[in-house]
DNA sequence: ATACATTATGGTAACGTTTTAATAAATACA
DNA sequence: TGTATTTATTAAAACGTTACCATAATGTAT
């Protein structure tokens, strides 16, 4: 048998607001009979209707965020500080799986829009700004990461791509490769963190006098698989590179294991530092250089930001980016310890 | 401005009733109504209030799930399964983090509990059978991975830990390694996992007339770190043993750290089998044989049998246990490619 | 034409809570 | 003691939806 607060009520000789007022911890209730109400409550396993309050209250209590793919470490583990941040808030957190796909998405941002959270959070969002906006408009709070949503007059953070990649690409130059190759994300112009770390890889050669070989800027859409084939392509080239820059680990590995089939030493014959840090890069071997954003962080800040956001709709303060640090993460893969 | 039921009847001209009929594509309303309400629609910008519809209703469409650690690839995949099932129901899915720890699960279950979802699982539950029969008993559908919950009539999923931790030694003693050691789990009475899994190791050994030495059953807690130190203490019997099968692949990475940093070779000196297959076995040196869960189709079925729960709430037939056979993961640990 | 089904629509209660406004009780002040 | 003020309590409206019941409109058989 399920109670609610009519029941109460009954049982404690009070009206139904009192109750209310007890269970909420609202003043002008005399002593008295809040003891008779919580003696009631403590004898009964009285649940309130979550459904009913946010109806009354207009509130979900509930936030939602959207990431390209929950099974990859990077996410995982930003999904657990945001995770950390809602539950202290009370907060309920839906978790959507967009699997790399704006239509997917795209659906999703529909489904939690449809009242089922107070905010949400996009993980490198393909929308597109109109979209973005549109929804901030709505009044839906929303804070954004992996692109820089300031100017919507929506809350991001970002890491500085460009700084990251311009301190892997000046340690492989330090380490004497010269011949030093890119691989890329997603060519497409929404991908923010491609073109930052290019941005980073273009300026680092250019500050030390490095030439850029025809085809020495390649891409391979995040994945291992497009690591390898993108790597097989640059060892085709009439001058293979003698070090790889990766826009991220997955594709890192994928290099690596070319360049194992090719009996090509790392970091001997090829240096290789990917982005992420994610945490195959220890168990490799060679073990993986790489540029280290802090994941966990980064998913507490959001949680923060955000319910920080729902509680202080007006409040306009948090509408700004924040750029974290990257840390490069030395390891074996370039050339350190050789 | 937000729209209600309310203002799509006064633009089409009819009644609240017969918007709530043409939305939720009941019969009886007249083809021409339908077509008048539906031509509102299009033009303004309505979202139902879901928290209306559920408090009248009386259901959630959401379910909950309560992993021991998000970030661990195993149960990011598991919760990947579950999502998809989710969002196919257009149900929510709330994930918590429990850091496995039986306290916070318990308060996650609470969380959960007060009316936030329509039902939830439980991936291997510290909660006792009387604390999981009494939630059961309560109305609300779970399911269970990982733990035999039949005879309490709750629906669950298990893999066959016997079988694969079987598997896994007989594999060893196939090579011809002799001394074989475990490194367990929690051995806490309720790590069904490890019990189930000694229990298969311990048969193997048997039906084999191989002796388990004193102190070769040790635990490591399913950490890395506590992989690392149930080695060392194994190191240092007088007669160490040449194998070791760990309940997990985090606890066997410890081992390889272990046998790397004393120069003991694998597969050679010391055979090593884990268990999970988790990403990261595909990438040391030497590879790790292990015991794969199917942990995808884990997820998969887990949301399939809880959202056909709710939707047919007296249906028994589901409450039955799943065993999942697991798959001897063969690479270069376990001495196949020496 | 009348009676009877059938189909379509509308009015309204209900879901369980919070909150406002009204009322009752207690206290303070003259 | 009587009035004004503060404190405590309650009744009832409201949140936005669905579903039951009543009524109206239409169709069919006598």
Redesign the pocket.
Known sequence: M????????KKA?????????V??N?????????EKVLKVLETVD????????R????TISTIGIIVPDISAAFYAEMIKGVENKANEANCGLIVCDSQNDVKKQRSYTRYLYDGRVDGMIFVVPGLDDNELAKINADGLSIIVFGKDTESLGIGSITVDNFNGAYQAVKHLILHGYKRIAYIGGMEAHNDYDHQARMAGYRQAMDDNHLEIADGYIDNGGYTEEGGTSAFARLLKLKNPPDAVFCANDEMALGVLKVAKKNSIKVPEELGLIGFDNIRICQYTSPTLTTVSQPTLTIGTLLGERLIFKLHNKNNNIINTNLVLKPELIVRESCGCYK
């Open positions: 399920i109670l609610t607060i009519k029941d109460i009520a000789g009070v009206s139904i607001s009192t109750v209310s007022r269970l909420n609202k003043d002008l209730v005399k002593d008295e009979t809040r009285y649940i309130p209707n979550y459904t009913a309050k109806l009354r209250e207009n």
